[in-house]
């Protein structure tokens, strides 16, 4: 299983020059988490990934058929979601303004990276991420970190950029 450190290597230069540039359009819901708080990641073909909340943490829900949750550090949350209105006493509705560079896992790209499928590697914040084909493999705007979106939530929650 790939570190981190070693998938970014790898994919940020397939990114850079055969990537698209993505927005994620739909709005999300949001809640401060407890720290320590864990969470598992489901999408729609199944367990994704898993992390545990630091201080300052949000658990983010996207609106998509899975509902999937997941975990993103305060400073990342701010810089990628402007707050719209309060859902409940507990959750925020927030639109996204983050965008990101991605590839689908086509079966050339797996050929290429000689990965057997479904493929494993360490997001950033330590767990395993499962990769499957179709799947696409996207990093924000400064190429720091590279995960993966199942290909259903993708494109219930990203679209081409426009702009």
Do not use: H
Not at 3 to 29: W, Y
Not at 34 to 47: H, K, P, R, V
Not at 136 to 159: K, M, N, W
């Amino acid at each position: 299983m790939l570190k981190q450190e070693e998938i970014v290597t790898i994919l940020i230069p397939i990114l850079k020059e055969r990537g698209t540039l993505f927005a994620k359009f739909s709005p999300i819901t949001a809640r401060k988490a407890a720290t320590d708080e864990f969470i598992q990641t489901f999408t729609s073909d199944g367990l994704e990934t898993e992390n545990k909340a630091n201080e300052g943490d949000f658990i983010v829900k996207n609106q998509t058929k899975a509902g999937e949750l997941y975990i993103i550090g305060a400073e990342k949350f701010n810089s990628r979601y402007e707050y719209l209105e309060a859902e409940d006493e507990t959750w925020g509705k927030y639109q996204p303004t983050g965008k990101a560079w991605g590839i689908e896992v086509t079966p050339e790209l797996i050929d290429e990276l000689n990965w057997t499928m479904p493929y494993y590697f360490t997001a950033s914040w330590g767990s395993a991420m499962v990769v499957k084909t179709n799947d696409y493999l996207v990093c924000p705007l400064d190429f720091g970190s590279v995960y993966r979106i199942a290909r259903q939530e993708f494109f219930e929650t990203y679209q081409e950029d426009q702009s």
